[in-house]
């Protein structure tokens, strides 16, 4: 994702700051809190229980009008939760025609607050496990306001007295493609099997090269979100692997329990045609009109030279990894190649060219067919929604392209039709934005115009 101040360059700073104005100060029609956000219980077959939600709005607040609706209980492949409609929601699971509410509307006045009934009965025949719905609380936007406030209440019933079978089988499992620059995402995909939630589940994935030696491991955080009876979601993992010789290598994924216990295991092995080289670390400089300075990552791969006079004031300059899967698409008559990396800091143009420079892997030459010639650099501008090929020159003996450029933000090898490249003019625009005004400063005036907007209500 690029930051706020890049998709913004070439704006002038008076509609920047009007922009951002806009869009921090536009607040929710109101907030509220909720007592009761959660039922988690047990119940008998053909029992009936009763649970309060409690919705507080403070004193200081609009008043709220707000629906209040019984949904589904879906999960998303990351495992958050997400409301159903009545066609969507067919897990055999659903606890969703079980539960009644006293009302489906309600009017808060601020400091005030009101109370829903919650009416959950079993069927006798019900079953074994658990049962699951999501009562969604949100808000009817007034006149004037376009932010609608809501919140879900997940309603998580284990039958009781039946028994809980806690499964889960690993239905498939995909190494990306290996490519130089690039990351490599392990992703695990996992379907609860059983009958019952489970919480806290991690996924370790152990790299091993044909030798059976060790590479790397690499385990997730437990989740926070319960995995629900029926639902199928996926774990990626990233290992953090150094450069890789070609070969074949053994990627083993296992689901695990809190206390260890491995609810399911899968390995996959994946082939590595070129010697593998990973994305560059995030690095940064602090660039100051005084003198020149260049900007390296840490693998030399990629650098940018800032002559001296190029900005009017310090700035901190990062470079740091861009996925390839997140690019723009390419411009007419070329192809992305698959060496790609992100300039931020600077919130305009430069006042004096820098210079760009990649070391062009073997799979950006792969892409180009060979034809060092073709290979080129551009930039995504975010102003003009595209891209901008940049005249380049190639050095064989070092494998390295550079450009010049005044326009700094997300840069890419790109493949031409044409030897001969392109490069558009870039001189200042009309109103540009200084060089040396950060993102922070941005912000800082925004909450200034802010704070300045609030006193006068």
């Not at 707000?66 to 606890?95: C, H, K, R």
Request: charged content about 15%.
């Amino acid at each position: 994702m690029k930051d706020p101040v890049q998709r913004c360059r070439g704006i002038p700073m008076a509609i920047l700051i009007l922009v951002l104005f806009a869009v921090l100060c536009t607040a929710p029609v109101f907030a509220f809190t909720v007592a009761g956000a959660k039922y988690s219980g047990s119940i008998l077959p053909g029992e009936t229980v009763h649970h309060t939600i409690t919705v507080v709005i403070g004193q200081n607040e609009d008043p709220a009008d707000l629906l209040v609706e019984v949904m589904g209980f879906g999960q998303n492949p990351n495992l958050g939760y997400i409301t159903l409609d009545p066609a969507s929601d067919v897990n055999p699971y659903s606890a969703r025609t079980y539960i009644t509410l006293d009302r489906s509307s309600l009017h808060v006045e601020p400091g005030g607050e009101s109370r829903i009934t919650a009416t959950i009965t079993l069927p006798k025949n019900i079953g074994a496990g658990g049962r699951y719905a999501l009562i969604y609380i949100h808000a009817i936007p007034r006149t004037g306001k376009s932010f609608t406030t809501g919140i879900i209440i997940p309603v998580m019933i284990t039958v009781s007295g039946t028994t809980l079978t806690e499964t889960g089988n690993i239905t498939g499992m995909n190494v990306s493609d290996v490519i130089v620059g690039q990351s490599i995402a392990i992703t695990t995909t996992l379907k609860n099997t059983g009958n019952f939630h489970f919480y806290h589940i991690q996924n370790t994935v152990t790299l091993t090269d044909a030798n059976g030696n060790g590479i790397t491991n690499t385990t997730t955080q437990p989740s926070n979100y319960a995995l629900l009876p029926g639902s199928t979601v996926q774990f990626v993992v990233i290992p953090e692997v150094k450069n890789l010789p070609a070969g074949t290598y053994t990627a083993d994924s296992k689901i695990l329990f809190e206390d260890g216990k491995i609810l399911d295991e899968k390995a996959v092995t994946f082939h590595v045609k070129t010697a593998y080289i990973p994305p560059p670390e995030e690095t940064s400089i602090t660039v100051n009109p005084g003198s020149s300075s260049t900007l390296v990552s840490p693998d030399g791969r990629y650098s940018v030279t800032f002559p001296q006079g190029s900005v009017t004031g310090d700035s901190r300059v990062i470079l740091k990894p861009y996925p390839r899967d997140q690019l723009q698409s390419a411009p007419d008559g070329a192809k992305l190649g698959t060496s790609s990396f992100e300039i931020t800091g600077l919130a305009g143009l430069l006042i004096k060219n820098a210079t760009v420079r990649v070391v062009y892997s073997a799979d950006d030459l792969a892409a180009a067919g060979g034809d060092t010639s073709r290979l080129k650099l551009a930039y995504w501008d975010e102003v003009q929604g595209e891209w901008v090929i940049r005249s380049t020159q190639v050095n064989t003996q070092d494998t390295s392209l550079t450009a010049t450029t005044n326009h700094l933000s997300v840069w890419a090898v790109v493949v031409s039709s044409s030897t001969t490249g392109t490069t558009p003019a870039e001189g200042p625009t009309k109103s540009p934005l200084p060089a040396f005004v950060s993102l922070g400063a941005l912000i800082a005036a925004t909450i200034i115009f802010s704070s300045v907007a609030r006193q006068r209500k």
